[in-house]
Nanobody
Framework: EVQLVESGGGLVQAGGSLRLSCLVSGITLDDYGIGWFRQAPGKEREGVSCESGRDGSALYGDSVKGRFTMSSDNAKNTVYLQMNNLKPEDTAVYYC??????????????????WGLGTQVTVSS
């Protein structure tokens, strides 16, 4: 059974940092690309960051470029999303997801087969 479990969310003040983790089981990170998505209340889910190749390269949404960094520890089957200089507009439920198709241009959620349940990130002003 494939499972993705997010953790690390919470409440933080604007300008602060959080690191989200996505623990993956049932598949290996060698064979799947991971993406991070978020959904704010009343808004559609959007791609935040996603792996674009086996070399660790990643794509980032325009709103998080320069502030968020994606990394992975394949030995731990865990992917991280380091979020710095957080803004109130970053408030959302953050999800990680897995796909066999590395994303080339943008993080397309329809390409992802497996999803976690999400972790809440709230940024206060």
């Amino acid at each position: 059974e494939v499972q993705l479990v997010e953790s690390g969310g919470g409440l933080v003040q604007a300008g602060g940092s959080l690191r989200l983790s996505c623990l993956v089981s049932g598949i290996t990170l060698d064979d799947y690309g991971i993406g991070w998505f978020r959904q704010a209340p009343g808004k559609e889910r959007e791609g935040v960051s996603c792996e674009s190749g086996r070399d660790g390269s990643a794509l980032y949404g325009d709103s998080v470029k320069g502030r968020f960094t994606m990394s992975s520890d394949n030995a731990k089957n865990t992917v991280y999303l380091q979020m710095n200089n957080l803004k109130p507009e970053d408030t959302a439920v953050y999800y990680c997801a897995a796909t066999e198709v590395y994303q080339k241009y943008y993080c397309s959620e329809i390409e992802y087969d497996y999803w976690g349940l999400g972790t809440q990130v709230t940024v206060s002003s």
